[in-house]
């Protein structure tokens, strides 16, 4: 026997007693646990290549309705393709001590159309919320408590990462609404209990500064369909006279109150949602909207993959001084079903502004309709198609029609 | 009675020799009549005792085959925007699916060596099941849920227990030899092994786990502030 194989055959001997003898220590490594960091980072980028409307978005000014338009040349209007970065989402987390956890999310957009030109109307950095979180719970329920900057939650829409839709790319009237003026500077809490059977009762109340300007959009700009979430630091442009609003503008020193309920039942296959919202607006100061409204939803799973989600708002705003008064609408129902990888979705959208000093000022009744389709895959990748048309009859008389679609590419990190 | 003691120290050799010769009486008296159980406690340096912690056998004695576990199949929950269990240790080859009883999506997700795998958004029971056939922890996460967290342990043979919350356990059916038990836990700086020999009845041990403090759990779940 060669020297050599003699040296292998102990060598093999020797790593087979130490093996036998501890045979975890080899293991170990495979079972040991990264220990999850205190810090986290979230990033969502959504890149779209978009044909909107004839009009002008809203966005700028104009009379379009959805979130991207055309552009004005004279009295004519001209249909544009545009790149846009829809969306570019940071949300840094961190636990904060004592149970408690600080959420941030800040959002930048911009846009590109055939002719090189830009959208003037994009904020610089949206700081969309900011907030600290604690929660005292167990299996069978709980309380929890948010201060800072959030949005009082009763979109049915907005549960997607990043505060994005789930169903589609465009949420609907009702909730693109409540993402635009709805931020609120204060306190909420929560609480919540599930039966031993898996039902669940939950309720939320809050209160908070800021949204003394809420209501204007619809009463001077009216309803529109856009995923554009608008920050604490935004300013949205209002239809008449190029004007602009500030989402976070708080003059009266009243704070908004809020709360909410939901049940959903044992077996899974939905939850009831209501919710009501007063900001308490004082309308001895001016500027300042009195707006308050109520929303109602189901939000359904009667069958594996099929979701099906009905909200309906009501409520009123008005200001001093203008004949602006109104009563607000909106309803929608989204059908959608997911098959492995593939979603399908379906909404219809009605939304109204009645005038309620008995002018047309502020008059508007419409509808939409929203087919999207939606692809995720290697878990952070999602491409998506969508198509909406929209009518209403607040549009001036020969603007054309509301309709674009849109072709997306959402990475999220 | 003879109770046998936990031994600190391995001499494999002997271990092995000892232990054949057990299993070897073992099966000449009637084997499943001599089945016994290993008891303990699973404590930290503190002595304060540790919930939660695997504690399973990865030798056992020589000339002894690992039986084929009862049961091949396992199911991590998902509830209230938690995983259910926590912890849950399998054998390696097991099945194991992830329902999911929240009323909203969850993306389950592991990155761990032992098993790389996602399920897309999914609701309900319709995910397709995952199999673990590699040993070791794979630590799992929803990608839509931060929070959401929890270890798959993947152990060699059926002999393993979770401690509940006092830190106790029982590794039940185990003919008489010298076992290899590693005790282990999500927040363990070294885990513990010991060589331990049992002749009948119940066999008493205490595993001591080195652990890092624990953290303040992210917020789980509950109400509408909570996203998909």
Request: charged share 20%; net charge negative.
């Given at each position: 026997m060669k020297?050599?194989?003699?040296?292998?055959?102990a060598?093999?001997?020797v790593a087979?007693?130490?093996?036998a003898q501890?045979?975890?220590?080899?293991?170990?490594?495979?079972?040991?646990v990264?220990e999850?960091?205190?810090?986290?980072?979230?990033?969502?980028?959504?890149?779209?290549?978009v044909?909107?409307s004839?009009?002008?978005?809203?966005q700028?000014?104009?009379?379009g309705?959805?979130?991207y338009?055309?552009i004005?040349d004279?009295?004519?209007?001209?249909?544009?393709?545009?790149f846009?970065?829809?969306?570019?989402?940071?949300q840094?987390a961190?636990?904060?001590?004592?149970?408690?956890?600080?959420?941030?999310?800040?959002n930048w957009?911009?846009?590109l159309?055939?002719?090189?030109?830009?959208?003037?109307?994009?904020?610089p950095?949206?700081i969309?919320?900011?907030?600290?979180?604690?929660d005292?719970a167990?299996?069978?329920?709980?309380w929890?408590a948010?201060?800072g900057l959030s949005?009082p939650?009763?979109?049915?829409?907005?549960?997607?990462p990043?505060?994005?839709?789930?169903?589609?790319?465009?949420?609907?009237?009702?909730?693109?609404?409540?993402?635009?003026?709805?931020?609120?500077?204060g306190?909420?809490?929560?609480?919540?209990?599930a039966t031993?059977?898996?039902?669940?009762l939950a309720a939320f109340?809050?209160?908070g500064?800021g949204?003394?300007?809420?209501?204007?959009?619809?009463?001077r700009?009216?309803w529109?369909?856009s995923?554009f979430l608008s920050?604490a630091n935004?300013?949205?442009?209002?239809?008449?006279g190029n004007g602009?609003?500030?989402?976070?503008d708080?003059?009266?020193g009243?704070?908004?109150?809020?709360?909410?309920?939901?049940?959903a039942?044992?077996?899974?296959?939905?939850?009831?949602?209501v919710?009501?919202?007063?900001?308490?607006?004082?309308l001895?100061v001016?500027g300042?909207?009195?707006?308050r409204?109520?929303?109602a939803?189901?939000?359904?799973?009667?069958?594996?993959g099929?979701d099906?989600?009905v909200?309906?708002?009501?409520g009123?705003?008005t200001?001093?001084g203008?004949?602006?008064?109104?009563?607000?609408n909106?309803?929608?129902?989204?059908?959608s079903y997911?098959?492995r990888e593939h979603?399908?979705?379906?909404r219809?959208?009605?939304f109204?502004?009645?005038?309620?000093?008995?002018?047309n000022a502020t008059?508007?009744?419409?509808?939409a309709?929203?087919?999207?389709y939606?692809l995720?895959?290697?878990l952070?990748?999602?491409?998506?198609?969508e198509?909406?048309?929209?009518d209403?009859d607040r549009?001036?008389?020969?603007?054309?029609?509301d309709?674009?679609?849109?072709?997306s590419?959402?990475f999220?990190? | 009675m003879?109770v046998?003691?936990?031994?600190?120290?391995?001499?494999?050799?002997?271990?092995s020799?000892?232990?054949?010769?057990t299993?070897l009486?073992a099966?000449?008296?009637?084997g499943?009549?001599?089945?016994?159980?290993i008891?303990?406690?699973v404590?930290d340096?503190?002595?304060e005792p540790l919930?939660?912690?695997?504690v399973?056998?990865?030798t056992?004695p020589?000339?002894m085959?690992?039986?084929?576990?009862?049961?091949?199949?396992?199911a991590?929950?998902?509830?209230?925007?938690?995983f259910v269990?926590?912890?849950l240790?399998?054998?390696?080859?097991?099945?194991v699916?992830?329902?999911?009883?929240?009323?909203i999506?969850?993306h389950v997700y592991?990155f761990?060596r032992?098993k790389?795998f996602e399920l897309?958004?999914?609701k309900?029971?319709?995910?397709q099941p995952?199999?673990f056939?590699?040993l070791?922890?794979?630590k799992?996460g929803?990608?839509?849920?931060?929070?959401?967290?929890?270890?798959?342990?993947?152990?060699p043979t059926?002999?393993?227990?979770?401690?509940?919350?006092?830190g106790?356990f029982?590794?039940?059916?185990?003919p008489?030899?010298t076992?290899?038990v590693v005790?282990?836990?999500?927040r363990?700086r070294?885990?513990?092994?010991?060589?331990?020999?049992?002749?009948?009845?119940?066999t008493?041990i205490?595993?001591t786990?080195?652990?890092?403090?624990?953290?303040?759990?992210?917020p789980?779940r509950?109400?509408?502030r909570s996203?998909e």
């Amino acid at each position: 026997m060669k020297l050599g194989s003699v040296i292998t055959i102990a060598l093999t001997l020797v790593a087979s007693l130490a093996s036998a003898q501890s045979p975890y220590d080899e293991a170990d490594e495979r079972y040991e646990v990264e220990e999850k960091s205190r810090f986290s980072l979230r990033a969502l980028v959504d890149l779209r290549v978009v044909q909107g409307s004839e009009v002008p978005s809203w966005q700028e000014n104009g009379p379009g309705k959805i979130r991207y338009g055309g552009i004005a040349d004279g009295a004519a209007f001209e249909r544009v393709t545009r790149f846009a970065i829809a969306q570019l989402a940071l949300q840094p987390a961190v636990e904060i001590g004592w149970g408690w956890r600080a959420e941030a999310q800040i959002n930048w957009d911009g846009d590109l159309d055939e002719h090189g030109n830009t959208s003037p109307d994009h904020d610089p950095v949206r700081i969309i919320e900011g907030f600290v979180r604690r929660d005292w719970a167990d299996a069978g329920g709980g309380w929890s408590a948010v201060i800072g900057l959030s949005n009082p939650p009763f979109s049915l829409e907005h549960t997607g990462p990043a505060r994005t839709p789930v169903l589609s790319l465009t949420p609907s009237a009702l909730t693109s609404w409540l993402w635009e003026e709805g931020r609120v500077l204060g306190a909420e809490g929560h609480w919540w209990h599930a039966t031993p059977e898996g039902a669940e009762l939950a309720a939320f109340a809050g209160a908070g500064w800021g949204p003394d300007q809420m209501g204007i959009l619809l009463a001077r700009r009216g309803w529109v369909l856009s995923d554009f979430l608008s920050g604490a630091n935004s300013r949205l442009p209002v239809l008449d006279g190029n004007g602009f609003t500030e989402v976070f503008d708080e003059r009266d020193g009243r704070p908004a109150v809020y709360a909410g309920a939901s049940l959903a039942d044992p077996w899974k296959i939905g939850s009831a949602h209501v919710g009501y919202f007063d900001n308490l607006g004082d309308l001895a100061v001016t500027g300042v909207w009195e707006t308050r409204y109520g929303v109602a939803g189901l939000a359904l799973t009667p069958v594996a993959g099929l979701d099906v989600t009905v909200q309906m708002l009501y409520g009123t705003t008005t200001t001093r001084g203008a004949a602006l008064a109104s009563t607000i609408n909106a309803f929608y129902p989204i059908v959608s079903y997911r098959w492995r990888e593939h979603r399908v979705s379906f909404r219809y959208d009605d939304f109204s502004v009645r005038d309620d000093d008995g002018g047309n000022a502020t008059q508007e009744d419409g509808n939409a309709y929203t087919v999207a389709y939606l692809l995720e895959f290697w878990l952070r990748h999602r491409v998506a198609f969508e198509y909406v048309w929209v009518d209403s009859d607040r549009a001036a008389a020969g603007v054309p029609g509301d309709d674009g679609w849109q072709l997306s590419y959402r990475f999220r990190y | 009675m003879m109770v046998s003691r936990p031994r600190a120290a391995v001499n494999g050799m002997r271990a092995s020799t000892l232990g054949f010769a057990t299993v070897l009486l073992a099966l000449l008296l009637g084997g499943d009549g001599m089945a016994a159980e290993i008891t303990g406690k699973v404590v930290d340096p503190s002595g304060e005792p540790l919930a939660g912690a695997v504690v399973f056998v990865d030798t056992l004695p020589a000339g002894m085959t690992a039986p084929a576990p009862a049961e091949r199949t396992a199911a991590m929950d998902q509830v209230q925007k938690q995983f259910v269990p926590h912890v849950l240790p399998v054998v390696a080859g097991t099945e194991v699916s992830f329902p999911n009883h929240d009323q909203i999506h969850h993306h389950v997700y592991s990155f761990s060596r032992t098993k790389t795998f996602e399920l897309p958004l999914h609701k309900g029971e319709n995910a397709q099941p995952v199999t673990f056939d590699q040993l070791g922890a794979a630590k799992i996460g929803c990608n839509i849920h931060d929070w959401m967290d929890a270890v798959i342990v993947v152990v060699p043979t059926p002999y393993y227990a979770l401690t509940d919350d006092a830190g106790l356990f029982v590794l039940r059916d185990m003919p008489p030899g010298t076992y290899g038990v590693v005790g282990w836990h999500e927040r363990q700086r070294t885990s513990q092994r010991q060589s331990v020999e049992v002749v009948d009845n119940t066999t008493p041990i205490t595993l001591t786990i080195d652990v890092n403090p624990p953290r303040a759990r992210v917020p789980a779940r509950g109400g509408a502030r909570s996203y998909e």
